[in-house]
C-alpha cells in the first residue's frame, strides 16, 4: 500500500486562480436558516471577489435524495436574492452539476487509485464496525478505522469474498500528518486517526462516498473557494488527500460556526426546524432573514432588513466571528417584525 508523505498533502494559504466558489445543497430536505446562513457567506464570499459561483446538487444519497427538495432548495435561494451562473438549470462548461449525473467520471477516479494502490477492500459491516467501537478496548482506536482489513491476504480477501460478502473500498493513508489552511481557524493539522482513519470511497451497496465524490466535483468545476460549515472540518484532510492523489490544487477553504436554537440544538433537515418555505408561508420576508444573518455575521450592527448585494463591497470572509450563531427564543417574532 502507498504512503504519501506529510509535507506532501500540506495544503496552502494562497490561491492566485480566479475565484470560483460553490453552493452545493443535499437535496435530502427543505434549507433551513442553518443553510442560508452558510449560503449567503459563500454567495458573499464569491461575489464581493467578482468570482463565478456554482450550483452543484449533491444526490449521491439515492435512499433519501428527492426532486421536489432539489426543486424547493434553488427556489429557496431565488427567494433570498442568491443567484449562481452555473448549475443543474442554466448549464455551463463542466457540468453535469448533479451528481447523480457524473457516476461514470466516479467510476473513472476510483478505477485509477485501486491501479496506484491508494485503495482496498474491506468486507467489515456496519455490525462488526458497531461492535467495535463499543468493545473494551476501542479507545485503543479511538472513533478511527482500526484497519482490520488492510492487510488481509488474496487468500483471505476471496475466502470472504466466496462467503457472499461485499466489499466497500476504503482509502489509505498511513501514520502522516494532515494539514490545510483555513481562511478563519489558521493552519490546521490532524493525524490520519483524528480524521477517522482509512475511510470508505465506495459502500459495499456500490454508492460512491461523499468523500471522493465531491473532490472530484470541486476538482473538475475548478472550485477555488469552499466555504461550509465547521460540521466538516474534521473531514477536510481526508478530502485534500484525495486532492493530492488527484494531482489536483487543494482549494482556499473557510470553515463557518453553525447555527443553533435557543436550546443549544444544531439546526439540521430531519428536525425541520426553521424552514425557509415555512417561514415564507409565515409571512416572513427575505429581506429579513438576510437583515438578520447579515447581523449576526457583523455585516450589520442591528437585524435590519436587507438584501443580499448591499453587502457585497464590504464583505471579508476573514473576518466573520468564529463564535456560533444562537438563535434567540423569540427569532421569529424578531423577523416577522424587520
Not at 248 to 264: I, R
Amino acid at each position: 500500500m502507498t504512503n504519501i508523505a506529510a509535507d506532501s498533502i500540506i495544503g496552502t494559504s494562497s490561491d492566485s486562480r480566479p475565484v470560483r466558489g460553490r453552493l452545493a445543497p443535499s437535496p435530502t430536505g427543505f434549507m433551513h436558516l442553518g443553510n442560508a446562513w452558510s449560503f449567503l457567506l459563500c454567495w458573499l464570499a464569491v461575489r464581493s471577489k467578482g468570482g463565478t459561483l456554482v450550483l452543484r446538487m449533491e444526490d449521491i444519497d439515492p435512499d433519501r435524495s428527492r426532486t421536489e427538495f432539489a426543486d424547493g432548495i434553488m427556489r429557496d435561494l431565488e427567494w433570498l436574492g442568491l443567484d449562481w451562473d452555473e448549475g443543474p438549470d442554466v448549464g455551463g462548461p463542466y457540468g453535469p452539476y448533479v451528481q447523480s449525473e457524473r457516476y461514470g467520471r466516479y467510476e473513472e477516479v476510483l478505477a485509477m487509485l485501486e491501479e496506484q494502490g491508494h485503495v482496498y477492500p474491506c468486507f467489515c459491516t456496519r455490525k462488526e464496525l458497531r461492535a467495535l467501537a463499543s468493545a473494551p478496548h476501542a479507545e485503543d482506536y479511538g472513533a478511527a478505522y482500526p484497519g482490520i482489513c488492510l492487510n488481509l491476504s488474496a487468500a483471505e480477501r476471496r475466502e470472504r469474498m466466496e462467503q457472499g460478502r461485499k466489499a466497500a473500498l476504503r482509502l489509505h493513508c498511513g501514520d502522516h500528518f494532515i494539514g490545510f489552511h483555513d481562511v478563519l481557524r489558521g493552519d490546521v493539522c490532524l493525524t490520519w486517526e483524528e480524521c477517522g482513519g482509512d475511510f470508505a470511497v465506495r459502500r459495499s451497496d456500490g454508492v460512491f462516498a461523499y468523500q471522493l465524490a465531491v473532490v472530484i466535483d470541486d476538482a473538475d468545476q475548478h472550485i477555488t473557494q469552499i466555504v461550509r460549515g465547521d460540521d466538516i472540518l474534521h473531514c477536510t484532510p481526508r478530502q485534500v488527500l484525495v486532492y493530492r492523489l488527484l494531482g489536483k490544487p487543494v482549494p482556499t477553504y473557510a470553515h463557518v460556526p453553525l447555527v443553533f436554537d435557543h436550546e443549544g440544538e444544531r439546526l439540521a433537515k430531519r428536525h425541520r426546524h426553521f424552514e425557509l418555505c415555512m417561514l415564507r408561508e409565515a409571512g416572513i420576508r427575505p429581506e429579513a432573514v438576510v437583515g438578520y444573518l447579515a447581523c449576526r455575521a457583523g455585516l450589520q450592527p442591528e437585524p435590519a432588513p436587507a438584501r443580499p448585494e448591499v453587502f457585497r463591497s464590504r464583505f471579508r470572509l476573514e473576518d466573520i466571528p468564529l463564535a456560533r450563531v444562537e438563535l434567540e427564543p423569540d427569532i421569529l417574532d424578531i423577523m416577522s417584525r424587520l
